[in-house]
């Protein structure tokens, strides 16, 4: 039955690499960090950030739109929009919508033949988040998240937070004088990502009535990030503790080679990546164009990511 497609969630979630709820969040939808391997953390200076540390926002100093779209196999889909604002006195605001669809399958009575008709999932966060920089050395951030559920007939809601802050150690070296140094821009990030997060499933029909409560597990994420060659590479990594799963770790990078060209590339736990940035002025307004390739994970086959963000 629907209900018990719903409920069967928390029975995954019990095996430490298995499904949990809120497990889409995990998968990137934007084309820059997923080729740099998911490794983002410590960068998230961009309307990509927001995905990942919410105290990267304070380096946005233009309005900022970024759309994204994961092409996925076995008829799912992912997509993302956000919409950030600088305000006063280093500050930012950020609005995001993050939806995932998994695809369907038939519908089947008690006896388990087909009716005719099909059952589909979707999923949305949406979310709203602030930043500032408090000193030349630390930012903060935080994300209230929405999230909501929905499987056939029956849905499920759940309010979660994120908090992120990001260190600037150059800030401390020399009076931010970087010039001539080999390694430059260092900076550490550190998020707790879904807290009080939960679906509270409540059915209630002839063939079944059942109740049930799916805790997003909290995730503590390290990430840092530095630049080396004249700023041209950038290089960075994260460790991921998900509280249902074992550690895991990304690793990514991105070098300039010409102006408004990027090539990155990373390692997602095992997973190669990869993708290139093009950049352009369009009356004084930026956009990038930002490609990612993801290997091919067992039966799932590769996926392609393209985003855009436009500054104005």
């Not at 966060?125 to 999230?147: C, D, E, M, R, V």
């Not at 260190?167 to 807290?195: C, F, Q, R, W």
Request: proline share 2%; with cysteine.
């Amino acid at each position: 039955s629907v209900a018990l497609i719903a409920l069967s969630q928390g029975a995954l979630a019990e095996s430490e690499d298995g499904g949990y709820a809120g497990a889409f969040l995990n998968l990137a939808v934007q084309a820059r960090p997923a080729a740099m391997g998911g490794a983002y953390v410590g960068i998230s200076d961009d309307g990509a950030g927001l995905m990942y540390n919410p105290a990267g926002a304070t380096a946005i100093i233009r309005k900022t739109l970024t759309s994204s779209y994961r092409v996925m196999q076995l008829g799912r889909k992912l997509g993302h929009i956000s919409v950030i604002l600088p305000t006063r006195l280093q500050s930012t605001l950020g609005i995001g919508w993050l939806y995932a669809g998994y695809g369907e399958v038939d519908r089947r009575d008690g006896s388990g033949h087909k009716t005719g008709s099909t059952i589909s999932s979707n999923e949305h966060a949406f979310s709203i988040s602030f930043a500032k920089q408090f000193t030349p050395f630390l930012g903060a951030g935080t994300k209230l998240n929405y999230y909501y559920k929905e499987i056939a007939d029956i849905n499920a809601t759940s309010i979660g937070v994120n908090l992120g802050v990001m260190i600037y150690p150059d800030s401390l070296i020399g009076g931010g004088n970087l010039e001539g140094k080999a390694i430059t821009d260092i900076k550490i990030g550190l998020v707790m990502s879904n807290i009080a997060s939960k679906y509270n499933w409540n059915h209630d029909a002839e063939e079944l009535s059942a109740t049930q409560t799916d805790k997003f597990p909290p995730v503590a994420t390290l990430g840092g990030s530095f630049r080396a060659f004249d700023r041209k590479l950038l290089v960075a990594a994260d460790l991921e503790k998900n509280f249902k799963q074992t550690l895991a770790a990304y690793f990514g990078g991105e070098y300039n080679v010409i102006d408004h060209l990027l090539l990155r590339a990373g390692l997602n736990q095992g997973n190669i990546t990869a993708g290139l940035g093009c950049g352009f002025i369009i009356n004084k307004m930026e956009l990038s164009v930002n490609y990612a390739f993801s290997a091919e994970r067992i039966d799932e086959g590769s996926d392609h990511i393209i985003s855009f963000d436009l500054n104005f």
